[in-house]
C-alpha cells in the first residue's frame, strides 16, 4: 500500500516563497511520475508540474519560471519551490504519484491529503 504525505504551504504575502514537499511510503517498486496539482476555490484541479522518471519536466505556463519541481529518488519524495508567489497561485495543492509495487506487482496511482497555499495581496 503507498502513502503519500505532504508537507509545506501556509499564509504568505504576494512575492514571497514557499516549499512543497510530498514523501512516499510503501513497497514500491518504482515511482516512474511525480506531479503537483492545484485545485484554487471554485474552480477544478490542474496540472502546475510534473517530473518523470527520467527527468522529464513540465510546467504550466502561469508558473514557468516561478516554480520548481524536483524529486529524490532515494527518498521517494517530490518537492515544489515556489517563488514570486502572486494571489492567483492561492489553491490547495495535491501531490501524485503513479509507478508500480512490489509483492505483488501492480501499478498504483496515489494521491496525497493536499496542503492549503494562501497568497495574500
Known amino acids: 500500500q503507498v502513502q503519500l504525505v505532504e508537507s509545506g504551504g501556509g499564509l504568505v504575502q504576494a512575492g514571497g516563497s514557499l516549499s512543497l514537499s510530498c514523501a512516499a511510503s510503501?513497497?514500491?517498486?518504482?515511482?516512474?511520475?511525480m506531479g503537483w496539482y492545484r485545485q484554487p476555490p471554485g474552480k477544478q484541479r490542474e496540472l502546475v508540474a510534473s517530473?518523470?522518471?527520467?527527468?522529464?519536466?513540465n510546467y504550466a505556463d502561469s508558473v514557468k519560471g516561478r516554480f520548481t519541481i524536483s524529486r529524490d529518488n532515494a527518498i521517494k519524495t517530490v518537492y515544489l519551490q515556489m517563488n514570486s508567489l502572486k494571489p492567483e497561485d492561492t489553491a490547495v495543492y495535491y501531490c501524485?504519484?503513479?509507478?508500480?509495487?512490489?509483492?505483488?506487482?501492480?501499478?498504483?496511482?496515489?494521491w496525497g491529503q493536499g496542503t492549503q497555499v494562501t497568497v495574500s495581496s
Open positions: 501524485r504519484m503513479q509507478g508500480y509495487t512490489l509483492s505483488p506487482y501492480s501499478a498504483y496511482e496515489n
Open positions: 510503501g513497497r514500491m517498486l518504482s515511482v516512474n511520475f
Open positions: 517530473i518523470d522518471d527520467g527527468g522529464g519536466i
